[in-house]
């Protein structure tokens, strides 16, 4: 029986994998931090370790009681974590998979869509540069027996415990409630910014497809969907599963970049989703051409509502979010402008 040890998880897409690989009788361990996500049914099926993966001591005790064929590290977010990691399964393993992401391929992107061997760009933000250096280093130590090394390279995943917005990571607690409520909703620019949105289940199950595929080795993937659409596409997908309209906001990228706001220096802006963002997925399809996209992403839309309805983590509209201040200020600001076939005039 193959035996898979995941470092992190089970999250966002670490939980899709794991059930996937239990379907396919491989025994998973998982090596997490004290007070991570236990929620889910499967976990009773899985060999649970509980520590710091900075300690190596810890980790190593792990490895020994664990011994896996299969190596997966979901958590591995700086230099000193990889380097540490790299000093314990050099020589001991016959695959390690590290899961980096497509930051690491710079904004805005070479090409459109990016595939893993077009020109890559400096990296705009600190994960991204941490993730590519965790990458350099293990590219450099690269050894088809020694480190059996496969990246991969997840597109954005949402998944039950994670949605982002334009502006905020886990910005879905926000969005939601003021969907339902009809209220404005900020999308930077004209709403054209294309997003690669995928669905966490289905991004987990292309990481278990590479697992103990020896073809694999020396590689590495993008991982998500094999579609991308526009940020007013991807509200409108949350609106189409709660039975509503979206009422979209458009706030230009340079007025918001243009105010004078920590939340927006705070964002996720310009390090993201100012961009057009899209990726080619044929390097896995290639290597797996039978994969099936299962969870459409209004079914990710729908298990996100669902659950968090559950957990009661939708927040309250009627506090206000620095959002609503922005809508507010930009709608005050163009309020009187009437566009005729006669040119742009002010309206009393």
């Not at 004290?34 to 899985?46: A, H, I, T």
Request: glycine letters at 6%.
């Amino acid at each position: 029986m193959t035996k898979v040890l995941f470092i992190g998880g089970p999250g966002n897409i670490s939980t899709s994998t794991a059930r996937d690989l239990l379907e396919r009788n491989m025994q998973v361990g998982v090596f997490t931090l004290p007070g991570s996500p236990d929620d889910d049914e499967m976990m009773k099926y899985l060999k649970m370790y509980y520590g710091d993966r900075n300690n190596p001591a810890e980790m190593q005790k792990v490895l020994d009681d664990f011994k896996p064929d299969v190596l997966i590290d979901f958590a591995c977010f700086t230099l000193q974590q990889a380097e540490q990691l790299l000093g314990i399964i050099y020589g001991k393993v016959s695959q390690f998979i590290f899961i980096s992401t497509v930051d690491v391929y710079g904004y805005p992107l070479s090409r459109i869509p990016m595939r893993e061997n077009d020109p890559w760009e400096p990296p705009n933000c600190k994960y991204a540069a941490d993730k590519r250096a965790c990458e350099e280093l293990y590219w450099s130590r690269f050894d088809k027996v020694r480190l059996p090394l496969t990246v991969v390279r997840p597109s954005y995943s949402m998944g039950k415990r994670f949605v982002l917005t334009a502006l905020t990571r886990g910005g879905g607690k926000y969005l939601i409630p003021r969907l339902r409520a009809g209220m404005p909703v900020l999308v930077p620019g004209d709403g054209t910014t294309l997003i690669h949105v995928s669905s966490s289940y289905n991004t987990g199950r292309m990481v278990a497809r590479l697992v103990g595929n020896e073809p694999s080795i020396g590689k590495s993937y993008t991982c998500g969907h094999d579609t991308f659409r526009s940020h007013d596409d991807y509200i409108k997908i949350f609106a189409k599963v709660l039975g509503v309209e979206a009422n979209i906001v458009h706030v230009p990228t340079d007025v918001l970049n243009a105010m004078d706001s920590k939340e927006i220096k705070a964002s996720i802006l310009n390090d993201l989703t100012r961009y057009n963002v899209a990726f080619s997925v044929e390097n896995f399809i290639n290597d797996f051409p039978d994969f099936k996209w299962e969870m459409s992403l209004e079914d990710a839309a729908r298990e996100y509502i669902e659950w968090n309805d559950k957990k009661g983590n939708f927040a309250d509209v009627s506090v206000e979010i620095f959002e609503d201040r922005i809508v507010k200020a930009w709608q005050e600001r163009v309020k009187g402008f009437k566009v005729s076939c006669e040119g742009i005039n002010f309206v009393p």
